[in-house]
C-alpha cells in the first residue's frame, strides 16, 4: 500500500519561472492538504481540496499560487513567477475522511523548492 | 495569537533517559485533536501519536505516551527511554472540530538531540 507520493522531490527554478508540484494521494483517500515549511519553521496550512474542489484556501498566498486536484490524476500545487522567498519545503498530505475524527494526515516525503 | 505553543527550541537528553516536550495550545473549540509528528534530518514527517479532546485516558504508542491536562491546555510528548534514533525536530499540531475546518495548526518544533 503505497504512501503519499510527491514528485519531484528536489525542484531548482530560477527567478520568474513557474513551479508545478505533484501530490498522489494514499489509495482511498480522497482530501488532500498543502503545507509550506520555510527553514527551521514549522509546517504552516496552505489548502484544502478535494476532487474537483477547493474547501479551504485560507493559508494560500493571494497571488501566484494555485492548486487543484482533478477527477483524474495528483493534485496540483502551482506557483507562477517564482521568488527567491518561494524556497521552501511543500508537503502534501492525505486523509480518508473530511469528517472523521482522529484520522491522522499521512505525510509525503515533501518537494524541496529552491529558488536562484 | 499562537495556536500552538512549543517552548523549547532545543533539548540535549541522555541516552535511555526519558524526555518531556512541551505543548500548549489555545482554542475556544470543545473538539480538537492533537498530534505529535516527528521530523528527522531526512525531512520526512512521521505520525507518532494522536489525543482527542473528548479522550478520557491520555494515549500512548510504544515508548510514547502523550500526558494530555485539558484544563491548563497542555499536550506534552512523552518518550520513555530514547534512543540515538530519536534524535530529530518534533512538531506538535492541532485540529479544531469535527467538522469543517480540518487544516493541522503546526507549532515551531522542538530539535532534540540524544547523546550517548
Known amino acids: 500500500n503505497a504512501g503519499v507520493m510527491q514528485n519531484p522531490r528536489h525542484l531548482v527554478r530560477r527567478r520568474g519561472q513557474e513551479a508545478r508540484l505533484r501530490c498522489s494521494p494514499m489509495k482511498g483517500h480522497s482530501h488532500v492538504y498543502w503545507y509550506r515549511q520555510l527553514p527551521e519553521e514549522g509546517l504552516k496550512f496552505m489548502v484544502y481540496?478535494?476532487?474537483?474542489?477547493?474547501?479551504?484556501e485560507s493559508g494560500m498566498p493571494k497571488e501566484r499560487f494555485s492548486a487543484e486536484f482533478p477527477k483524474e490524476g495528483p493534485s496540483i500545487l502551482r506557483i507562477q513567477q517564482v521568488v527567491r522567498g518561494d524556497s521552501a519545503a511543500y508537503f502534501c498530505a492525505s486523509s480518508p475522511s473530511r469528517t472523521g475524527a482522529s484520522y491522522e494526515q499521512y505525510f509525503g516525503p515533501g518537494t524541496r523548492l529552491t529558488v536562484t | 495569537a499562537q495556536k500552538i505553543t512549543q517552548t523549547q527550541p532545543g533539548m540535549f537528553v541522555q541516552e535511555k533517559e526519558a524526555v518531556t516536550l512541551d505543548c500548549t495550545y489555545d482554542?475556544?473549540?470543545?473538539?480538537?485533536?492533537l498530534f505529535w509528528y516527528k521530523q528527522p534530518s531526512s525531512g520526512e514527517m512521521i505520525f507518532l501519536i494522536y489525543q482527542g479532546s473528548y479522550d478520557q485516558q491520555n494515549a500512548t504508542e510504544g515508548r510514547y505516551s502523550l500526558n494530555f491536562q485539558k484544563a491548563r491546555k497542555s499536550a506534552n510528548l512523552v518518550i520513555s527511554a530514547s534512543q540515538l534514533g530519536d534524535s530529530a525536530m518534533y512538531f506538535c499540531?492541532?485540529?479544531?472540530?469535527?467538522?469543517?475546518?480540518?487544516?493541522?495548526?503546526f507549532g515551531q518544533g522542538t530539535r532534540l538531540t540524544i547523546n550517548p
Open positions: 481540496l478535494q476532487k474537483e474542489n477547493i474547501i479551504d
Open positions: 482554542t475556544s473549540d470543545p473538539s480538537y485533536g
Open positions: 499540531a492541532m485540529r479544531e472540530g469535527q467538522r469543517g475546518a480540518q487544516k493541522l495548526v
